[in-house]
């Protein structure tokens, strides 16, 4: 036990990713944006497979970012959100599971809508274990923890959004 003395915990760091510009080619005039390619852009989001989140290894999995309220994890816990939105990720691989993924909470904001569900299954784990850490990269999402046993236990998460209407709540 001596040599945990004077020992500080490492702070948790996290990296904002900021979009890169992909030029395209265009077929109109240069001042009006191609809508299809605008909206493929605004839809992706690179998760990377090398950061690892410092999430909790005892109880159900779950996360919430510092300025939300602790309180929505006992609500995501108790069911009190319904899933509008519910991604099943079986048999995709993790290239797929990025971009199903970016795909669906583009979609949740789009709709307005503020909570997903995701389905990942429990087989050999490896969906379970990768997807707390993509989740936790993408700044629009506010808080997640395991479902409760109607929407999938644990073989699902919870999912709150950070939809444009919420930030018009809080302002």
Partial sequence: MDEMNGIKPLTQDKVVHKRRHVPTKRLHSA???????????????AFSDVYQASLPTQGPMRY???????HSLKR?????????????????NRENVKLELSALIYTARKELI??????????SGILKNALPHYLVQHPHVKAFHQAPLEYGGQGALLVLIDTPD??????
């Fill in 31 to 45: 001042t009006q944006p191609d809508s299809r390619q605008q909206r493929l852009l605004d839809a992706s989001f």
């Fill in 114 to 123: 503020d909570c997903v569900g995701i389905v990942h299954g429990i087989g």
């Fill in 76 to 92: 995501l816990r108790r069911g009190d959100f319904y899933p509008e939105l519910v991604l099943d990720l079986h048999g995709l």
């Fill in 64 to 70: 919430c970012r510092e300025d939300e309220p602790t």
């Fill in 166 to 171: 919420s930030n018009a709540k809080k302002g």
